[in-house]
């Protein structure tokens, strides 16, 4: 049973399972909140969500609800009597294996159907919408802050890597605000770029995989660290919650923490994490760079008063503790 008598209110988290639903759940408790949160329906229970359910206040203040975008109508009840909404759910499919059309209908039907619910509720006073850098980073321009969009005819004519999730994350991003201004609903969003750290999810996610590919040797991700950024999760869910309660919020927020280049982070992790050995210079000098996610500040975002708290040494000693962990190191 939720506790209704929390002095920050109720809100609701989309994707409680994720590496930053979860992270997002945990902050909200710890920060005096009620909590609501949506997983995927899981008919046979067979779901592991201890993470979350033993989580400090958990028992008091956390509701747990299915539903999933396949069933947009599903997320009403996790939604009614809340006084904000982070959604965060979308579906991560790397491999490609559903077609992009397909999945950009699900996805855009069901943040459609997540902020109606909002409006409906006459109670939920903001929505943050978790986007990604990616839906701005790669416009064409040469100076990226807020206002780029990236052009998705291109990325599906250059057929990038990740091209379906930037397309599927740009067009969503854009229906949720499109649909906050036309409604007058408040809809807020974030662009975090890759995000690294510690995670309490069960699994090990693709953007912590991404940030430990040197140590793990993992060369198919090499090319996305060549000149790019991460940010530590607990930040980016500080930068949701700073959001939701910073009273002129309004519009996009990048949110892109530390950047590097692939050969800056070879002689970080050399001389913290002196047991992994790192590629060789000559390995990496002809490394093609599919995604630039570097360059890219965080202004708007730092004008509101926010301050990162993390730096590449949190990221990596959290990320390399969990993993440790889960026998991945």
Not at 38 to 64: F, H, V
Request: proline fraction near 4%.
């Amino acid at each position: 049973m939720v506790d209704d008598n929390k002095i920050k209110g109720r809100v609701c988290v989309t994707g409680g399972t994720g590496f930053l639903g979860s992270w997002m759940v945990k902050r909200l408790l710890e920060d005096g909140y009620s909590v609501n949160t949506t997983i995927r329906i899981d008919p046979e229970l067979k779901r592991d969500i201890s993470y979350l359910t033993n989580l400090p206040g958990a028992s008091e203040s956390l509701g747990i609800f299915n539903a999933e975008l396949d069933k947009p109508e599903s997320f009403s009840a996790a939604i009614a009597g809340c006084v904000g909404v982070f959604h965060v759910a979308h579906p991560l499919d790397f491999e490609e294996k559903e077609p992009e059309e397909t999945k950009t209908k699900r996805v855009v039907n069901g943040v459609h159907a997540i902020l109606q619910a909002c409006l409906d509720s006459k109670t939920v006073k903001r929505v943050i919408y978790t986007s990604s850098i990616s839906t701005a980073a790669l416009s064409g321009s040469e100076q990226i802050d807020e206002s780029c969009w990236t052009d998705v005819d291109i990325i599906r004519s250059i057929g990038a890597t990740g091209g379906p999730y930037i397309v599927t994350k740009t067009l969503t991003e854009k229906t949720a605000l499109e649909f906050g201004e036309k409604y007058g609903l408040d809809v807020v969003s974030v662009l975090p770029t890759w995000i690294a750290g510690p995670f309490i999810s069960s699994h090990i996610p693709d953007s912590v995989l991404v940030s430990l590919a040197l140590i793990l040797g993992d060369k198919k991700h090499y090319h996305l660290l060549k000149s790019s950024s991460l940010v530590h999760v607990d930040d980016v869910a500080r930068a949701h919650i700073h959001l939701f309660e910073y009273p002129k919020a309004k519009g996009r927020y990048l949110c892109t923490g530390v950047e590097f280049s692939i050969e800056d982070l070879c002689e970080f992790i050399s001389a913290r994490y002196t047991e992994y050995e790192m590629p060789t210079a000559d390995s990496l000098k002809d490394l093609i760079r599919s995604l630039k996610f570097s360059g890219i500040p965080s202004t708007k975002l730092l004008e509101t008063g926010f301050e990162y708290e993390n730096g590449l040494e949190e990221m990596f000693d959290g990320a390399i503790k969990c993993c440790k962990e889960k026998g991945l190191l």
